[in-house]
């Protein structure tokens, strides 16, 4: 046998103890999330860069604070997740009817000389076809149909009602679409007159009141929710990189909406039917169109866009074409014509 020097367990003990010690700070440390000030900052400047640059920053900070996981939508589209620009179809526009057309189709959103996104979506489900939908395009007054939407539920959970009144003041003076930006300041209208025109005739005023009245937070939360991000007014009103599948998504929602013909849904189908300025589908004749348009021709945010309800018989389809088109313009229209014809006569 051999003995052990009571020296030496001591100084074993002891170095034992220390080791447990750093290794429990140890853990500690690690675990510890950062401070704040621990963080890494990333500075930015916003000098001689332009107007959009600016935007997409601003979009950037917004979209990389999100810490909620993005809500699922519920509307199931092709995605566009090929490189290069290719047509995405459901399975039943794969079969051989459909490929002369959707050849053409190719052919024609390929060549368009400006920047280009299309959706469309059959409200039974049946077929759905996608094109450049990863792209974010400004979809100008396209947005006003998701906000009144929003402004339509608001008011039927109590906040406020059509006969509500509101007061034109300076801050909602908009130049461009509307006859509401002619009224001396200090008119007072109805929050039906203000949503009515803003869906009818685009009516910017009519718009920037109704958001003025209820908010952009609660209508940014309710576009997560339905997983129409692009669609969120930030840091203006507008939607500035807005997606075809999201305006094809909500208008799914509206066209659901319309389904409980409450006084508000009735209310908000009168508001968007058989509208003038109807850019996507003027060359149909005989249809109803349920929608909202938008075009811009000045400045750094260019489009001449359209999204709503094409009402064809039992089944209709809903149809969402954005572009960076300085609108309106002949070109572009004579270009959703050729579109609008493959789409509502030989695909849906």
């Not at 060549?111 to 400004?138: M, R």
């Not at 209310?267 to 004749?285: H, I, M, R, V, Y």
Request: with cysteine; aromatic share 10%.
């Amino acid at each position: 046998m051999f003995s052990v020097n009571g020296d030496f367990v001591k100084k074993l003990i002891v170095h034992l103890l220390v080791l447990t010690v750093v290794l429990l700070c140890s853990c500690k440390t690690m675990s510890e999330p950062l401070s704040v000030n621990e963080i890494p900052s990333q500075e930015s400047t916003v000098e001689n860069t332009t107007e959009s640059e600016i935007y997409d920053a601003v979009d950037s900070k917004i979209e990389s604070a999100t810490l909620q996981p993005e809500p699922q939508p519920s509307v199931e589209m092709p995605q566009n997740t090929q490189s290069g620009k290719q047509i995405v179809l459901s399975d039943t526009l794969k079969g051989e009817r459909y490929a002369q057309s959707i050849e053409n189709l190719q052919a024609i959103l390929n060549s368009h000389k400006y920047n280009i996104s299309l959706c469309v979506y059959s409200v039974d489900g049946s077929k759905s076809l996608a094109y450049n939908t990863e792209t974010g395009i400004f979809g100008a007054c396209t947005v006003k149909a998701a906000y009144t939407l929003y402004a339509c539920k608001q008011m039927e959970s109590g906040n406020g009602n059509l006969q509500t009144q509101i007061t034109y003041e300076q801050k909602h003076y908009e130049p461009g679409t509307g006859d509401m930006q002619y009224s001396p300041f200090g008119t007072v209208f109805s929050m039906e007159t203000a949503l009515h025109k803003s869906m009818s005739i685009s009516d910017n005023v009519g718009y920037l009141m109704s958001v003025d009245y209820f908010g952009r937070d609660g209508y940014n939360a309710y576009m997560r929710e339905l997983g129409c991000n692009s669609l969120q007014i930030k840091p203006t009103v507008w939607s500035l990189r807005t997606k075809a599948d999201d305006l094809v998504k909500i208008w799914c929602e509206i066209y659901n909406y319309f389904g409980t013909d409450t006084e508000y849904a009735r209310f908000l189908k009168s508001s968007c039917t058989n509208t003038a300025g109807n850019n996507a589908t003027e060359s149909l004749q005989g249809v109803e169109y349920s929608h909202k348009q938008g075009h811009n021709s000045t400045g750094d945010w260019l489009s001449l866009s359209d999204a709503g309800i094409v009402w064809k018989g039992d089944t209709p389809y809903i149809i969402a074409i954005i572009t960076d088109a300085p609108g309106p313009n002949s070109y572009s229209r004579g270009e959703f014509a050729k579109i609008i014809d493959i789409v509502h006569n030989k695909l849906f």
